[in-house]
């Protein structure tokens, strides 16, 4: 399997075997057998205290030393390699290829901590074959049913603990605890020690007509998170052939997502809302939030928060909302990790910044909307967006300002790299950026009672309002309303002045000036 270059089947499943083991390379001294091209020998690097890559092949070795200097790697047979001062061996699809895998596994087994090994469930890859049948695939020599292959592990493994883990044989091939005879693959795990334990990550994501981005930005979220993940995507006045196409992919995919649809724009606030309301009521998630539809998540993003917000948990922080680090992000979350051009040039720079700031977090009043996880507990105190901000700007602000009252911390996941594309929507919606942040800005002051933003962020901020704004609320609407600048506002709880003033000078233009009297009245009413 060679990153960028295999198809994405082969890639998905391969990189979920060393994802999901990630909390097991902390400090440990890893040997990675049969490495390949070394992608994940790489990766294990970034938290192991070493790492070392064997493989048959001398191109291979050739390659993954020029290319991964931070793990070592040898050119050795499997079969002959000594493992006995590895704390945790990996071998992932390696068994089935070989003349002797009892050897094999006895081999392995010099570790004495722990041993991983994945093999193929033969009544998917070779269906209709017998144990003793030579495999469909021409490179392997065996391949076991998962029971078959359970009773061949615990029999060489003695009176040490096996575990077994199965891989869905279908996207995004999640990893689960037991023997499941209809899985894709099976992993066997011999020693003792805990097994990884990934949260249940909830995301909503309004998108509106971005919809090959918002498609772009699921995939690689599901494809690199070791975990269960699901999304409620909430259509927000989008046109007929991007919902076909949004409908297309979750039918694909009911089990990981879901679509929530709105004639209208609800603008990013309310839009995520109805999304995390979805996800409240269907239930069964350690942690929900809501993404941006034009962001890549580099692949130790979701990993790096989930993992971050498990210890800060315990560690009584009280962790109330959680966020990455981005190219493009307004405040203490953008960070530069060198410049690259494509995807791969992406992943390359965002694996290498993850290997000094992976494991890292830093308490912080502001953490943007661009991408965030919350404990659904957080919801439930505080509610969702505030409406009021329309299409987007300080919504995210308003929230984290009544997280922080009602006693939650707020944390930059330091390693956590999210690439952001940079206000797509907008830009497609050609709506006046400028004039937005003022209006919203305004908004702000007004509702918090301060004189500028950071007034409501610094230390000793107290305020009488009512933090909790339900997942259900609407916009308050007066009847009177304008499209400017490429949205429509209320004229009445949205407009600034100069706004309100523009629009009554444009209403009484070329009117004779006694018409001026009925609002002056009406003025002098109020």
């Known amino acids: 399997m060679v990153p960028h270059a295999a198809d994405a089947a082969t890639e998905m499943f391969h990189w979920q075997r060393y994802l999901y083991f990630r ?49 070592q790697f040898q050119q050795s047979d499997v079969m002959s390699h000594d493992y006995s001062q590895a704390d945790f061996v990996v071998s992932f699809e390696t068994i089935e290829h070989l003349d002797d895998p009892r050897g094999f596994v006895q081999k392995l087994l010099e570790c004495q901590g722990m041993v991983a090994i994945s093999t193929p469930n033969r009544h998917l890859h070779s269906p209709g074959n017998r144990l003793k049948d030579k495999p469909f695939n021409k490179f392997h020599t065996v391949e076991w049913a998962p029971e078959e292959f359970a009773g061949f592990i615990k029999d060489i493994a003695g009176a040490r603990t096996v575990r077994f883990l199965s891989q869905e044989h279908r996207w995004p091939g999640r990893i689960f605890d037991g023997l499941d005879l209809e899985a894709g693959y099976t992993i066997a795990v011999v020693g003792d020690g805990d097994l990884p334990i990934w949260p249940h990550l909830g995301f909503a994501m309004p ?32 046109t007929p052939e991007n919902l076909a196409r949004l409908q297309e992919v979750v039918a694909g995919s009911p089990d990981i997502f879901h679509l929530i649809v709105s004639n209208e724009n609800l603008g990013y606030g309310v ?30 993003c979701l990993a790096d928060m989930a993992a971050a917000y498990v210890v800060l948990q315990k560690a009584d922080q009280n962790p ?4 990455p680090v981005s190219n493009s992000v307004a405040g203490v979350q953008q960070v530069d990790i060198g410049a690259y051009g494509d995807y791969p040039g992406m992943i390359r720079r965002s694996t290498e910044y993850s290997r000094t700031h992976h494991s890292s977090a830093t308490p912080f009043s502001q953490i943007r909307g661009l991408c965030f996880l919350c404990p659904p507990s957080a919801l439930e105190c505080v509610g969702g967006f505030d409406p009021r901000f329309g299409l987007g700007n300080f919504e995210d602000d308003d929230f984290n300002v009544r997280l922080r009252l009602a006693g939650y911390s707020l944390w930059r996941i330091d390693g956590a790299f999210l690439h952001h594309h940079g206000s797509s929507t907008f830009k497609s919606l050609k709506m006046d950026y400028e ?29 009488q309002l009512d933090l909790f704004v339900p997942l259900n609320a609407t916009k308050l609407k007066s009847g009177h309303s304008l499209h400017l600048g490429g949205e429509t506002i209320d004229l009445v709880y949205q407009a600034t002045d100069a706004e309100l003033a523009s629009y ?6 070329d009117q004779p000036r006694e018409k001026r009297a009925a609002l002056l009245d009406a003025l002098r009413a109020a």
């Open 207 to 238: 998108t509106c007509n971005e919809t090959e981005k918002a498609i772009e930005t699921l995939s690689t979220f599901a494809r690199y998170y070791p975990g269960v993940v699901e999304f409620a995507i909430v259509a927000n006045g989008t």
């Open 435 to 463: 004039a937005n942040i003022q209006r919203n800005l305004v908004i702000f002051i007004e509702k918090w009672q301060v004189r500028t933003l950071q007034e409501a962020f610094e230390t000793g901020f107290s305020s």
């Open 23 to 71: 909390p097991l390379y902390a400090g440990k001294k890893v040997v990675d057998a049969a490495c390949g091209e070394g992608y994940g020998s790489n990766y294990a690097s970034l938290f192991a205290t070493s790492v070392q890559g064997v493989d048959i092949s001398n191109e291979a070795v050739r390659h993954a030393r020029k290319s991964y200097p931070h793990a």
């Open 320 to 323: 109330g909302l959680i966020g």
């Open 271 to 300: 839009g995520a809302n109805r999304g995390m309301e979805f996800l409240i009521a269907k239930g069964g998630f350690d942690l929900i939030g809501v993404t941006n539809d034009d962001v890549i998540p580099g692949i130790d």
């Open 504 to 509: 009554l000078l444009n209403a009484l233009k």
